[in-house]
T-cell receptor, first 113, second 112 residues
Framework: SQQGEEDPQALSIQEGENATMNCSYK?????LQWYRQNSGRGLVHLIL?????REKHSGRLRVTLDTSKKSSSLLITASRAADTASYFC?????????????FGKGTKLSVIP | SQTIHQWPATLVQPVGSPLSLECTVE??????LYWYRQAAGRGLQLLFY??????ISSEVPQNLSASRPQDRQFILSSKKLLLSDSGFYLC???????????FGPGTRLTVT
């Protein structure tokens, strides 16, 4: 079954507003990652947060991690039309040699100019 | 810098025909390689991963197989395609010292 589940499934906002997406997962993790996918394209890695970190920033992105609640959030500030894409969380639960990531179903973000 | 290639970009195949999708990585050695499938509007399903030449692990029983004949080449195959094999196939690699994965542009497969 899917390890990560994003919420909401779809989000529509005006340009300049902030967008918040949430991810919940079920088991202990080594790290949690967020990826972006433009329509019909491959995924692009955005940011990684380790299990011992609570918050991380990268440009207009802010990620939080609450391991007690097994949840993470991705905040995109001052959104732009170019941020329109699907966003996926992926969990790295470890396991010797496998280095697998388990992806959620994604949040489809639409930023209206 | 590292790059990852997938081809073809799109493919339309009849049911029962064979399949071969290729993925190659440049600029790195001994990567972990992954094949994912993404159904329309859905998340990614891990199909196969490989930690080295000739080493393939399958995550779900299915109509597909994978091979890694060279260090930086990963091939996804099927002898007879099913309608349910339609989807967007993504190849990804991961370096030995990093945790993130890097994805190719994908192949859109439509089985008719």
């Amino acid at each position: 079954s899917q390890q990560g589940e994003e919420d909401p499934q779809a989000l529509s906002i005006q340009e300049g507003e902030n967008a918040t997406m949430n991810c919940s997962y079920k088991t202990s993790i080594n790290n949690l990652q967020w990826y972006r996918q433009n329509s019909g394209r491959g995924l692009v890695h955005l940011i990684l947060i380790r299990s011992n970190e609570r918050e991380k920033h990268s440009g207009r992105l802010r990620v939080t991690l609450d391991t007690s609640k097994k949840s993470s959030s991705l905040l995109i500030t001052a959104s732009r039309a170019a941020d329109t894409a699907s966003y996926f969380c992926a969990t790295d639960a470890g396991g010797a040699g496998s280095y697998q990531l388990t992806f959620g179903k994604g949040t489809k973000l639409s930023v209206i100019p | 810098s590292q790059t990852i290639h997938q081809w073809p970009a799109t493919l339309v195949q009849p049911v029962g025909s064979p399949l071969s999708l290729e993925c190659t990585v440049e600029g790195t050695s001994n990567p972990n390689l992954y094949w994912y499938r993404q159904a329309a509007g859905r998340g990614l399903q891990l199909l196969f991963y490989s930690v080295g030449i000739g080493q393939i692990s399958s995550e779900v029983p299915q109509n597909l197989s994978a091979s890694r004949p060279q260090d930086r080449q990963f091939i996804l195959s099927s002898k007879k395609l099913l309608l349910s094999d339609s989807g967007f196939y993504l190849c990804a690699w991961r370096g030995r010292r990093v945790n993130e994965q890097y994805f190719g542009p994908g192949t859109r497969l439509t089985v008719t």
